[in-house]
């Protein structure tokens, strides 16, 4: 494959995604704690892009087995190309958070004190916080042949210390380590009393580094640094050995804290040697080590973010709007009937599908409801009004994916108490994450004869059923009691219940069976449009584009001559603009106060638009590794109203977009002069929230 032509390399784009991220942080026009909460975002996902992403790369080359698409020697050239990058974006990440935002936050009230601007005050409340809170729990190991390296937890906060003089038995130990507390908060708020301001705070390691001598009495402390390892949290189940994979995952959870450590993040000042002795602990090499100036996990800072109540500082809050046609409707079930409703979150409320799924546990005419589950989070009305109805006699079908990653302990759980409660409950396909989102409610209703009969109501969506990423992701949910659709929603879960074939759908898409091929067809029929002289359109967006097959298609129909726009926020390999290639390919990307997640697809077809809706990104783990759904939006008044809000703002965006070149950089987009700045996230806000919310 020509040069210009290769895919762009996964890892690589991630990486550039968390860069567009953190432009995000550096933004001046932005409120102060949501600059530190993008800080805090870059810093979470690369812990997740090291424990997923890379620990894979090194675990491959560790088999010599090559990634896909790479040698053996390009996979190493790769990890090389990743750790400058990431030591670039973090150089970049501490330079925003300790010249910008801190100071900028201490000029606003609200102050991270480091341990050196102590006032005397406050260095004798952190003396008594340490002494009654935090010393108690503290184990120092002192290294010697008794007392070797202890294990370390993944992510964990552990200090190094380098000692003088002898220890109790009269023995040179001059390495210890100390471990900090996990139930202890990271961020302390300094009481108002101490420190005379509302909003001053402290950082656990501040108060455990001015004390750290106390825990060595008759030692002299050399030099300590602050030191986080990063390990494999993938998890893997062997499809032959497992029986019931609920109880191997209950197994298998513990050990992620201790798989094959990836990454080493250290202090700053961190001396040479003890950074080496570190890392020979944890069988890594200096292309692991990453440096710090600043604390070793940024991502902590956000529990800061919480304890602060100034809205001056925060994005200005908005209650989510209604659709026309849920307003003056106090019967849920009776709107759906008369037409179909489309949800647009956050914009609009998720209310009615919490609603949606009350009504179906309160109602005694409501006989069965199904529905899948991704991530729901720890607390969730929705699941509670699961059990409920199942403790009410209702048939409760629930498919749990236990393998949404970093979600599996909170699934399990909910899992068990469904069980108890009566439901049924499935784990989806083994070796296939069951990602669709789905619900489904059958209801005995009398027709105008006065004979009973079941009628089923279905939601269908681009996102997680949980309240609250609702309210920080954009996408779009249908509401619908369409026979068709409702009949395949139904077939859906009767195909990952018995395992059986699913049946021929007559509305919906179903990876990893149909999706994919339908997706090329209808990407080829604009290329066959193009060829025969008619209009060819292709708009899509999504959160990544990967798959092999899907871009070669999108090539050849840029070839004929399709105009294809693609709105993608994370990862994409194709590359746009290429001559003779890719000349009619453009991809943009939108980053803004929420995280665009929705994926919308759109088929000019010569005039007769198709419009689809998904769970499923344009990735070969989404096509062919998952249960994955697409339907279409017949209703044409919604149909357009997907394209008006999904599609076309954030092609006009010149305010939180960026654009991809051939060779894999991202350029913002600036507006020209005297040209009216486009915000995407903020006109559908304005135009969506609820209208007494205007401000």
Same mark, same amino acid.
């Given at each position: 494959m020509a040069p210009d032509a290769a895919p762009l390399n996964r890892e690589l784009s991630l990486l550039a995604f968390n860069r567009r991220v953190l432009a995000l942080a &550096?933004?001046?026009?932005?409120?102060?704690?949501?600059?530190?909460?993008?800080?805090?975002?870059? *810093? !979470?996902?690369?812990?997740?892009?090291?424990?997923?992403?890379?620990?894979?790369?090194?675990?491959?080359?560790? %088999?010599?087995?090559? /990634?896909?698409?790479?040698?053996?020697?390009e996979a190493r050239v790769l990890l090389a190309q990743v750790g400058d990058q990431t030591r670039a974006l973090l150089a970049d990440q501490y330079r925003v958070l300790n010249d910008d935002v801190l100071p900028a936050l201490a000029k606003a009230g609200v102050r991270l004190v480091r341990r050196t601007e102590f006032t005397p005050a406050e260095r004798a409340w952190a003396a008594r916080?340490?002494?009654?809170? $935090?010393?108690?729990?503290?184990?120092?190991?002192?290294?010697?042949?008794?007392?070797?390296f202890p294990q370390v937890v993944n992510k964990s906060l552990n200090f190094v210390i380098e000692l003088t003089g002898k220890d109790a038995f009269g023995r040179e130990t001059g390495i210890a380590i100390v471990k900090a507390p996990r139930v202890l908060p990271r961020i302390i708020k300094v009481p108002s009393e101490v420190c005379g301001e509302d909003n001053a705070f402290v950082m656990l390691s501040s108060v455990i580094h001015d004390h750290l001598h106390e825990l060595f009495p008759?030692?002299?402390?050399?030099?300590? =640094?602050?030191?986080? $390892?990063? #390990?494999? *949290?993938?998890?893997?189940?062997?499809?032959?050995?497992?029986?019931?994979? @609920?109880?191997?995952?209950?197994? &298998?959870?513990?050990?992620?804290?201790?798989? !094959? =450590?990836?990454?080493?993040?250290?202090?700053?000042?961190? /001396?040479?040697?003890?950074?080496?002795?570190?890392l020979q602990q944890f069988d890594l090499t200096e292309a692991d080590l990453y440096r710090c100036e600043g604390p070793v996990n940024v991502a902590r800072l956000s529990s800061l973010i919480d304890q602060i109540d100034l809205d001056a500082l925060k994005f200005p809050a908005f209650v989510p709007g209604l659709p026309d046609r849920l307003r003056d409707q106090p019967d849920i079930l009776a709107a759906i009937r008369q037409n179909d409703i489309l949800l647009h979150h956050p914009y609009q409320s998720f209310e009615p599908v919490v609603d949606f799924i009350r009504r179906a546990a309160d109602d005694p005419d409501v006989v069965a409801i199904k529905q899948t589950v991704y991530r729901t989070g720890v607390n969730s009305v929705l699941m509670e009004a699961l059990i409920q109805a199942a403790l009410r006699g209702k048939e409760v079908t629930v498919v749990v994916e236990l393998m949404a990653r970093f979600d599996e302990e909170a699934n399990i759980n909910w899992a068990e108490r469904l069980e108890r409660a009566g439901a049924q409950v499935v784990y989806g396909v083994f070796g296939l994450k069951t990602h669709a989102k789905l619900a489904l409610l059958i209801r005995r209703e009398r027709d105008r004869q006065g004979r009973n009969h079941l009628v089923p109501y279905a939601h269908l969506g681009t996102g997680n059923y949980h309240p609250r990423t609702t309210r920080l992701y954009t996408d779009f949910g249908l509401l619908t009691a369409d026979s068709a659709i409702c009949a395949d929603v139904n077939e859906v879960f009767?195909?990952?219940? !018995?395992?059986?074939?699913?049946? #021929?759908?007559?509305?919906?898409?179903?990876a990893p069976f149909t999706m994919h091929r +339908?997706?090329?067809?209808?990407?080829?029929?604009?290329? @066959?449009?193009?060829? &025969?002289?008619?209009?060819g359109r292709i708009v899509a967006k999504m959160n990544a584009l990967m798959e092999e097959g899907v871009i070669r298609a999108l090539y050849q129909a840029s070839q004929a001559g399709v105009e294809i726009d693609l709105i993608v926020r994370g990862a994409c390999a194709l590359r746009p603009g290429v001559k003779g290639l890719s000349d009619n390919i453009r991809v943009r990307s939108i980053l803004g106060r929420f995280l665009?997640?929705?994926?919308?697809?759109?088929?000019?077809?010569?005039?007769?638009?198709?419009?689809?809706? !998904?769970?499923?990104?344009?990735?070969?783990?989404?096509?062919? #590794? #998952?249960?994955?759904?697409?339907?279409?939006? +017949?209703?044409?008044?919604?149909?357009?109203?997907?394209?008006?809000?999904?599609?076309?703002?954030?092609? =006009?965006?010149?305010?939180? %977009?960026w654009l991809l070149a051939a060779d894999g950089g991202w350029t913002k987009v600036k507006p020209r002069r005297r040209t009216l700045v486009r915000d995407a996230q903020a006109e559908l806000l304005q135009q969506l929230r609820e209208p007494d919310d205007a401000e």
């Open positions: &550096e933004d001046p026009r932005l409120p102060l704690l949501e600059r530190l909460r993008y800080l805090c975002i870059v *810093a !979470s996902n690369l812990d997740e892009f090291f424990e997923i992403r890379i620990a894979g790369v090194k675990e491959q080359l560790r %088999a010599k087995i090559a /990634p896909p698409g790479l040698t053996l020697n916080y340490f002494r009654h809170e $935090v010393r108690p729990l503290l184990t120092p190991i002192g290294l010697d042949p008794a007392h070797p008759g030692r002299g402390v050399v030099t300590y =640094a602050q030191f986080r $390892v990063t #390990r494999d *949290a993938d998890l893997w189940i062997d499809e032959e050995e497992v029986k019931n994979l @609920r109880q191997a995952l209950q197994g &298998e959870l513990p050990q992620r804290q201790f798989g !094959s =450590a990836v990454r080493l993040e250290v202090a700053a000042a961190c /001396p040479a040697p003890v950074a080496q002795f570190l009767l195909h990952i219940t !018995s395992l059986a074939r699913a049946g #021929r759908m007559k509305r919906l898409l179903l +339908r997706v090329v067809e209808m990407i080829r029929r604009e290329t @066959r449009h193009a060829r &025969e002289g008619r209009p665009e997640h929705h994926r919308v697809w759109y088929f000019g077809n010569a005039g007769q638009a198709d419009v689809w809706l !998904s769970s499923a990104d344009w990735m070969g783990r989404n096509l062919f #590794r #998952r249960i994955e759904v697409a339907f279409p939006v +017949r209703d044409p008044e919604l149909r357009k109203r997907v394209v008006e809000e999904g599609l076309k703002p954030h092609l =006009a965006d010149n305010r939180n %977009a």
